[in-house]
């Protein structure tokens, strides 16, 4: 299992960015995917999750209204696509899949087994 995040950078108050997750090594459109972020001297926690099939999506209430995430099972790839970010984005973002098929809750962070080394994202005037 490979996931490769890119996408992250500086940027402004109110400012967008699109994040990337390449992944490769196992059958990318069979399983639910996230994203996950990391922000100094904070433990982690779950941005944002899509089912296999994309139809099917959960966002953290922060994230609400101004993420969205997105797949492209015909590239492999996982998009989230970030608008009006604050300074409180700041963190290290991950893309992360779980073990297996199923789980039992896509909005648990602790079902998430893979994850990638993540891109930073930088929220600053």
């Known amino acids: 299992v490979t996931l490769a995040e890119s996408g992250g950078g500086l940027v402004q108050p109110g400012g967008s960015l699109r994040l990337s997750c390449a992944a490769s090594?196992?059958?990318?459109?069979?399983?639910?995917m996230s994203w996950a972020r990391q922000a100094p001297g904070k433990g982690p926690e779950l941005v944002s999750a899509v089912d296999a099939g994309g139809g099917s999506t959960y966002y953290a209430d922060f994230a609400k209204g101004r993420f969205t995430i997105s797949r492209d099972n015909t590239k492999n790839i996982l998009y989230l696509e970030m608008n009006n970010l604050k300074p409180e984005d700041t963190a290290l973002y991950f893309c992360a899949k779980p073990w297996g098929r199923r789980v039992a809750s896509m909005s648990d962070l602790q079902e998430y087994d893979y994850w990638g080394q993540g891109t930073q994202v930088t929220v600053s005037s």
């Open positions: 090594g196992f059958t990318f459109s069979n399983y639910i």
